[in-house]
């Protein structure tokens, strides 16, 4: 990961060579330390553009002018930012909607001269730029815990001299094989990574007036370019089994125009600038991701009133949705010469028709409540709940990045009990979850039914339910408080029916030693995804439910 020592540099070459280079990726919260980067970036040569989360299409390709093509009876275009090179700057990075990620990538890779600079402010470490985006910058500097101080800035270049240079700035021998083995040995899977970093050595070398880049700047590129690609630690090589000496008249390798640093100098370069925790098996074996736009989202709905816009849409009108007024005279715009033309009337009115009319469209999500009900009945009710509370708590943190809700229902002996009401505040869920009861009889059947209660009324107040139901699957309490496993199996198969008319998305996690049929009936009758998980821990638990949770998405 690139530091704030390393700034001045990274930043001195995207000026030099920002089309080759891409851009750069700023990971930083506002504070001093980001405005001194976002300052000197004001300072480089060359026009500059801040975008928006929501920039339409028109806006980067361009579109119709709408007062020029009514004026002039005739479809007039307007260029868009993707027709002349520019500075692209993009707030919020780590929010970006896949289509405009896409966009963006697709005018990177047109290679008329565009460089962006992703301005990354996630506070959570799955919260990344979208990696359509990352994969195309060179450059990732992580700030999170600089100093302004510490922030070098890019020293006083002449930059045209620099660029006169650049077009005549070898590479030494070797360097494509080097910097190639070399991710592969860091698990990085982009030929990308690759030929940024010889851009980047390119680069650098005609900032220092080199002819041929030398192995100071092909480490400092590679030191620049992948650490935060990486997905692992290279394992030391083992020493060939039969080496021989060279031969006392075989020249030797080096000099300026070869490439003779040792590549356990370079691993150990890179490896000193990895991200903390990239072993960390919490973390995951891979660079981190911008979280999908379905995960833990809610619901899409479509509507007519409010929401994000989305594109208007032809259609009759029905008196509900609105008529986008731009969208209309957009559509009616091109055939105005033909219809006034073809009219007996010489008076120059605006002609419409049915066809031109476009509606406004809008969508809105709902957030995601996720309830956990817990079987709490049997001797291994104490484990199973201290479980469900781990995985409680570790999927509360992740809510500030998936915009979760979190509820949990215990059953046992003859009654349920709501322990957590949905919330996504982690200080009151530890609080609320400080003490868990357990033991009795299994009421299955009231377990869902209280569930079902509380996704009634989610879906009631806008939130869309998710439920993870733990048991074993061995009911022994009926809906009426009798004993016998036979009529409470018949009853909990029942509401799980009933549930699952109801379309709510549910998984179900057998928790017994030995898991057996009882657990994959319900579930069945559920319609709920099934998984066996005797010896799940919090974090195996969590880590079960997150994977199916965008499978289980309404």
């Not at 800035?153 to 590479?171: E, F, N, S, Y």
């Not at 009529?487 to 898991?515: G, H």
Request: include cysteine; glycine fraction near 8%.
């Amino acid at each position: 990961m690139t530091r704030g020592a390393d700034t001045g540099r990274a930043l001195a070459a995207l000026a030099l060579d920002p089309a080759g280079l891409g851009g750069l990726v700023l990971r930083a919260r506002p504070g001093p330390a980001r405005d001194a980067v976002e300052a000197a970036l004001a300072r480089l040569p060359g026009p500059s553009r801040r975008l928006h989360p929501a920039t339409p299409d028109e806006a980067l390709f361009g579109g119709l002018d709408l007062t020029a093509s009514l004026g002039a009876g005739h479809a007039i275009r307007t260029t868009g930012l993707a027709a002349a090179p520019q500075r692209l700057i993009l707030p919020m990075a780590e929010r970006t909607p896949p289509g405009l990620a896409a966009r963006l990538a697709q005018i990177l890779d047109l290679g008329l001269g565009h460089c962006l600079i992703a301005l990354d402010e996630g506070a959570e470490p799955e919260e990344a730029a979208p990696p359509a985006l990352a994969d195309r910058l060179a450059f990732h500097i992580d700030l999170t815990e600089a100093r302004a101080e510490a922030v070098a800035l890019p020293a006083p270049v002449d930059l045209d001299a620099a660029r006169a240079r650049l077009a005549r700035t070898a590479l030494p021998d070797g360097a494509i094989a080097t910097l190639t083995v070399l991710a592969a040995r860091f698990g990085i899977d982009s030929l990308r990574a690759p030929h940024l970093a010889l851009r980047a050595a390119r680069a650098l070398a005609a900032l220092d007036g080199a002819k041929i880049a030398t192995d100071d700047h092909i480490r400092e590129a590679a030191e620049l370019v992948y650490p935060s690609r990486a997905t692992q630690t290279p394992a030391p090589e083992a020493p060939p089994e039969d080496s021989e000496a060279p031969e006392p008249d075989q020249p030797e390798t080096g000099g300026e125009d070869t490439a003779a640093l040792p590549e356990d100098i370079l691993v150990a370069a890179i490896a000193a600038r990895l991200p903390a925790g990239l072993l960390d098996p919490n973390r995951g074996n891979g660079p981190r991701r911008a979280p999908s736009p379905g995960s833990g989202a809610g619901t899409r709905q479509k509507g007519t009133r409010r929401g994000r816009p989305l594109p208007a849409r032809a259609g009759r009108p029905d008196g509900r949705a609105r008529i986008d007024a731009v969208a209309t005279l957009r559509a009616a715009a091109p055939w105005q010469a033909l219809r006034r033309a073809s009219s007996v009337d010489t008076v120059k009115h605006l002609h419409l028709r049915p066809d031109d009319l476009r509606f406004r469209r809008y969508e809105s999500r709902r957030d995601r409540l996720l309830i956990f009900a817990v079987d709490a009945s049997g001797s291994a009710a104490v484990a199973r709940l201290a479980e469900a509370k781990g995985a409680v708590e570790i999927l509360l943190a992740e809510a500030y990045a998936r915009r979760d809700q979190v509820a949990l229902i215990a059953f046992r002996g003859t009654g349920t009990e709501a322990l957590l009401p949905p919330t996504r505040a982690l200080v009151q869920a530890k609080r609320r979850l400080a003490a868990l009861p357990g033991g009795g009889g299994t009421p299955l059947a009231g377990g869902l039914l209280a569930a079902a209660e509380m996704a009634a009324q989610a879906r009631r107040h806008g939130l869309s339910p998710l439920l993870a139901l733990l048991t074993d699957g061995r009911a022994n309490l009926a809906l009426d408080g009798t004993a016998g496993r036979a009529m409470a199996m018949q009853d909990a198969r029942r509401i799980a029916r009933t549930l699952a008319a109801t379309a709510l998305p549910a998984l179900v996690i057998d928790t017994s030693a030995r898991p057996g049929p009882e657990a994959q009936d319900v579930a069945q009758a559920l319609g709920a995804r099934y998984l066996a998980l005797p010896r799940a821990d919090a974090r195996r638990l969590s880590a079960a439910i997150g994977a199916a949770r965008d499978d289980l998405a309404p």
